[in-house]
């Protein structure tokens, strides 16, 4: 099963998809992570997306899209595919399409989760995140445990991400209404949007994206 994660930044997509490769064993393919990846390790790409990161926009369609297809074509048989901030565009929703046709594979849910702009910039500006295993916390929602140390890992090394900050969110937020947005209505045509509503704690939206996974193929048969 391959499904795409669909919201706004702080939406709660990278904090869901971890409990989906926890509790289902499907593969995370985060072009955020990636582009966070190639920056920390000073690479190349890395030196060329820090400013555009920093500032909110997007990065083009072509460095996100190569990255998910060396990803696709690395990963091998596994439990499905969870995309997470990909695609962030309409070309790359089109080239998505066109890599997992090539590998034999298709998409089973897009999951637009919708939250409000207020609870977004609240989440955001409360987010941080372990350095070592990538754990998302947040300092009301989900606190850091007394101990000082990463729940799932033991580390205690958390960062505040250098986009997290109201300015970069603003530009974000725009970007994704903009250019990400639109793709509601592309998924929504192809028969594949869900939505759940996103502003439920973790567990709620859990539950909600649980049963759509498990709900079985009902909505194909309006598919267009
Ligand atoms: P968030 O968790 O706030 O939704 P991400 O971690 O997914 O953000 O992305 C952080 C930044 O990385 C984006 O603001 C953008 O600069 C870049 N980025 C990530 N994914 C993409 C993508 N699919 N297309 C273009 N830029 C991307
Ligand atoms: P995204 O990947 O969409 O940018 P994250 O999963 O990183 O979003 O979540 C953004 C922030 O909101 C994090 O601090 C996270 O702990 C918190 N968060 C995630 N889901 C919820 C939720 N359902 N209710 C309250 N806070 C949440
Ligand atoms: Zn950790």
Redesign the pocket.
């Known amino acids: 099963m391959n499904i795409i994660l669909l919201?706004?930044?702080?939406?709660g997509?990278?904090t869901q998809a971890r409990i989906l490769v926890e509790s289902r064993g499907m593969v995370q393919l985060?072009?955020?992570?990636m582009?966070?990846g190639a920056k920390d390790s000073g690479t190349e790409l890395g030196d060329r997306?820090a400013g555009?990161?920093a500032r909110?926009?997007?990065?083009?369609?072509e460095?996100?899209i190569d990255l998910i297809r060396e990803r696709i074509e690395s990963a091998g048989e596994g439990g499905g595919f969870i995309f997470?901030?990909?695609?962030?565009?309409l070309a790359?929703a089109d080239a998505l399409g066109e890599l997992l046709d090539s590998i034999g594979q298709h998409l089973d849910a897009v999951i637009e989760m919708q939250v409000d702009d207020e609870a977004l910039v609240a989440r955001?500006t409360a987010r941080s995140v372990c350095g070592n295993c990538g754990e998302v916390y947040n300092d009301i929602t989900r606190p850091i445990p007394d101990d000082g140390k990463c729940e799932v890992c033991g580390a205690s090394d958390f960062r505040r991400?250098a986009?997290d900050n109201e300015e970069s969110l603003r530009k974000?937020l725009m970007?994704y209404y903009k250019k990400t947005a639109p793709l509601i209505g592309y998924y929504y045509a192809k028969g594949l949007l869900r939505t759940v509503d996103g502003l439920g704690d973790i567990g709620n939206v859990r539950d909600q994206i649980a049963a759509i996974l498990d709900g079985g193929d009902e909505r194909r048969e309006i598919r267009a």
């Open positions: 919201g706004p930044p702080g939406a997509k990278g985060s072009t955020g992570d582009l966070r997306v555009i990161m909110g926009e997007l990065v083009t369609d460095i996100v997470d901030g990909f695609p962030r565009t790359q955001i991400r986009d974000r970007e």
